[in-house]
């Protein structure tokens, strides 16, 4: 249980451009609070469309303790419904993917319809209506193939995000991809500093060999810490790119999107571990094999590359106060062959040591900030993505209190009692 006066003193208690207070990443009840503020009502990306290829495939998402399922529907729409069943409310998918002709709970049998119509209630009685009983919906935006959902009533608006991203990354034909690998990492930290320990790379040069193979580790195109060489480097790509019509200059994403391209280090074209192509088959119809990196994030849960030869998609979801789950899925061109056009450890490797090692720090940072001893400290300037996502995050729980201020009666129903309004 928490007091919203408490999340409002230490919002209030907050320095700007220094991490959070304590309680932010190790208090299960502010935890419940940021499943409630920010997990059940923003926009999270769920997965890319082409793994729910064709009608029937579907996949589940666990959301704080909201189980949702997303599935392309015989009309070849995704659809997501709350995976919680109309009769008493069991769990309908069990598994995290599958592919299923219609969806049947397991506890005494009611079929829906991948569209979440009630099909089946075997043993109601006449005249039971079924059209009331079909599967709670919950709300699907498509953009560039990723699939985003949202568990609010009335979702924030994503139009412009879906604006701004498409020019960069729709070259990519992201479509027309397939799954090469996935993996899910277990990271024993608040998905706050996994983020935090996504948005720098101030940290890279201390800890990621095989990343910095390849990567560079400035943020923007006019970097300050950025040497003679990355200008060099940036000016001569930035005339390519204009040459081939990409957008490649920062997005205007204000604290909620970042979406710009960068330059992989002079001779390498991929995240590999000698900066070679991943993949013989480039993505959709590209011809040029070093179109360097969109880097896309969104929050709260979502980070991409989009390269020539294969993308990346990272998804975030908290499972506690002090572990996230995080997915990676590296996907391909549909028509590439594994063994003829990419060897998957190859593709891999870079990324799969990049998240083990910051697994470790996120994990140690969470100890840190566990100490009686942990004061938020003052973020870098080469940290400014940091200090976007946490005054992002503090707006939002604002926004969310402020809205509940305002009428109780809905918080009541929104958020069950947790937070009262003091
Ligand atoms: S709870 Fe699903 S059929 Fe009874
Ligand atoms: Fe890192």
């Keep these: 249980m928490i007091d919203a006066t408490q999340v409002r003193a230490l919002l209030a208690a907050r320095r700007d451009n220094h991490s959070l207070p304590q309680p932010f990443y190790t208090d299960e009840a502010f935890h419940r609070f940021d499943i409630d503020a920010v997990f059940y009502n923003e926009w ?217 391209r960068l330059p992989f280090h002079r001779g390498a074209v991929s995240f590999t571990e000698d900066g070679s192509p991943a993949c013989g088959k480039l993505l959709g119809d590209l011809v040029e094999p070093d179109l360097g990196s969109v880097r896309m994030f969104r929050v709260p849960n979502n980070w991409n590359h989009f390269l020539a030869d294969h993308i990346i998609h990272f998804r975030i979801l908290p499972l506690s106060a002090t572990r996230t789950a995080l997915r990676t899925t590296w996907l391909v061109h549909e028509d590439a062959v594994e063994g003829v056009d990419y060897d998957i450890d190859k593709m891999t490797a870079v990324w799969r040591a990049t998240n083990d090692q910051d697994a470790r720090l996120a994990a140690n940072n969470q100890l840190g900030v566990a100490s009686i001893g942990y004061t938020p400290g003052p973020y870098a300037p080469s940290e400014f993505m940091l200090r976007n996502f946490t005054n992002w995050y503090a707006d939002k729980l604002t926004g969310y209190l402020d809205a509940h201020d305002d009428d109780l009666a809905r918080a009541r129903r929104t958020i069950g009692l947790r937070v009262s309004n003091g």
């Design 44 to 260: 999270l990306f769920a997965c890319n469309s082409c793994e729910l290829r064709t009608p029937g495939d579907y996949l589940t998402l666990e959301i704080g303790t909201s189980s949702v399922v997303v599935v392309r529907g015989q009309d070849g729409e995704i659809h997501a419904f709350f995976n919680t069943c109309r009769h008493r409310g069991s769990r309908i998918c069990t598994q995290s993917a599958g592919h299923a002709h219609r969806l049947v709970c397991p506890y005494h049998q009611w079929v829906y319809d991948l569209d979440g119509t009630l099909l089946h209630a075997r043993q109601m009685p006449a005249g039971f209506d079924r059209d009331a009983h079909a599967l709670r919906p919950v709300h699907v935006e498509i953009v560039c193939s990723m699939v985003y959902i949202c568990l609010a009533d009335t979702p924030p608006d994503i139009a412009r995000f879906r604006e701004t991203v498409t020019p960069y990354i729709a070259p990519h034909q992201p479509a027309r991809t397939k799954v090469a690998f996935e993996m899910t990492l277990i990271e024993d930290a608040n998905w706050k500093l996994v983020i935090e320990n996504n948005r720098e790379c101030y940290h890279c040069a201390g800890n990621h060999p095989e990343l910095l193979a390849t990567l560079v580790e400035f943020a923007l195109p006019d970097d300050p810490e950025g040497s003679a060489d990355f200008q060099r480097l940036m000016d001569d790509k930035a005339r390519a790119w204009d040459r081939y019509g990409l957008a490649h200059r920062p997005a205007d994403g204000g604290n909620e999107f970042r979406c710009i």
